[in-house]
């Protein structure tokens, strides 16, 4: 059972350009998280996601950030005109159901906008 | 809102010897989930260890384990003859045992082993 693959590793982006991270949960999770991480800080909640709906996006900045869970295939962290201040790594976790089941993380995306 | 704090950002210690972790946190809830993460230089994020509120038995995973002071709301992470490879930050966690999705984590403490 393959873990949470997260693509690509590294993303380097142009001010402007469009970012797009993509998260595969483990075989049998239905939920999905994203999760924000400056240097040399903690995680920061971003969005929860199950397949085809948004739960809660409490996290994520209102402008030029948006998530997907579709029913087949990855979720999707989109970041439309990025900026400096987006330079950051992305970690995806994924759940199944249950209330006190364990988040598994992916290895993280590192977005670096240039 | 929960909170999680860390307040050593960074802590060395002897290879063997032991280190203890600290990590409070605030939350007015009763029933809710701890864990602690390690992540190493290859970013991944590793759970060490989890502790369900509801138990007063202390969790354990073979070198490391937990004081979970409740009342207090402490969860500090002991880490017993302490190997090389244990390098790396190591983040306090708190879930929400009502709202799935509120995970918070704590801002980290960089974990140095000497040899």
């Known amino acids: 059972n393959a873990g949470v693959m997260q693509n690509p590793r590294h993303l380097v982006r142009r001010r402007g350009q469009e970012a797009r991270l993509r998260c595969s949960p483990m075989?049998?999770?239905?939920?999905v998280y994203w999760y924000r991480q400056l240097p040399e800080e903690g995680l920061k909640f971003m969005v929860y996601?199950?397949?085809?709906?948004?739960?809660?996006e409490s996290g994520m900045p209102k402008e030029r950030f948006s998530a997907e869970f579709p029913k087949e295939g990855p979720s999707i962290l989109r970041i439309q005109q990025v900026v400096r201040g987006d330079s950051a790594a992305y970690f995806c976790?994924?759940?199944?159901?249950?209330?006190?089941?364990?988040?598994?993380f992916g290895q993280g995306t590192r977005l670096t906008v240039v | 809102a929960q909170t999680v704090t860390q307040s050593q950002p960074e802590m060395s210690v002897q290879e063997a010897e032991t280190v203890t972790l600290s990590c409070t946190y605030d939350?007015?809830?009763?029933?809710?989930?701890l864990f602690w993460y390690k992540q190493p230089p290859s970013r991944q994020m590793i759970l060490v260890i989890r502790?369900?509120?509801?138990?007063?038995q202390n969790a354990t995973e073979n070198r490391f384990s937990v004081n979970f002071q409740k009342a207090a709301k402490s969860f500090s992470l002991k880490i017993s003859d302490s190997q090389l490879g244990d390098a790396a930050m190591y983040f306090c966690?708190?879930?929400?045992?009502?709202?799935?999705?509120?995970?918070?984590f704590g801002a980290g403490t960089r974990l140095t082993v000497k040899p």
């Open positions: 966690a708190y879930r929400s045992s009502y709202n799935n999705n509120d995970m918070r």
């Open positions: 939350t007015s809830e009763s029933d809710y989930y």
């Open positions: 996601l199950q397949k085809e709906n948004i739960i809660d």
């Open positions: 075989k049998g999770h239905s939920h």
């Open positions: 502790q369900e509120a509801y138990k007063q």
């Open positions: 976790a994924s759940s199944r159901t249950e209330v006190n089941a364990e988040a598994f």
